[in-house]
Nanobody
């Protein structure tokens, strides 16, 4: 079992930056892949970014590529999502997630077992 807690959300103007953090506790966080998804009311949860267990491989949605950076520190059991050049369409609740490293696609929410409670990100125009 892994418990995840996000922090760092808030209100920012378009073009600004935010850094989301995910603190993990429980079983060895380093054994899991980690990801970030986001969701707006009335829509399905959407993949944002993911990182392999050792941090060697990263994956991004096309909509955030070049603007967002995912990272992790297994020694501290934390993961971050640096978000730059934010746009109003980035407004959503952002969720940190973790799943077994042996699973298939990094892009599907079905491949992740553990989820945080979410943190709101609002980008004003």
């Amino acid at each position: 079992q892994v418990q995840l807690v996000e922090s760092g959300g808030g209100l920012v103007q378009a073009g600004g930056s935010l850094r989301l953090s995910c603190a993990a506790s429980g079983r060895a966080f380093s054994a899991y892949r980690m990801g970030w998804f986001r969701q707006v009311p009335g829509k399905e949860r959407e993949f944002v970014a993911a990182i392999s267990w050792g941090g060697r491989n990263t994956y991004y949605a096309d909509s955030v590529k070049g603007r967002f950076t995912i990272s992790r520190d297994n020694a501290k059991n934390t993961g971050d999502l640096q978000m730059d050049s934010l746009k109003p369409e980035d407004t959503a609740v952002y969720y940190c997630t973790a799943g077994p490293t042996s699973r298939g696609s990094y892009y599907s929410s079905r491949e992740y077992d553990y989820w945080g409670q979410g943190t709101q990100v609002t980008v004003s125009s």
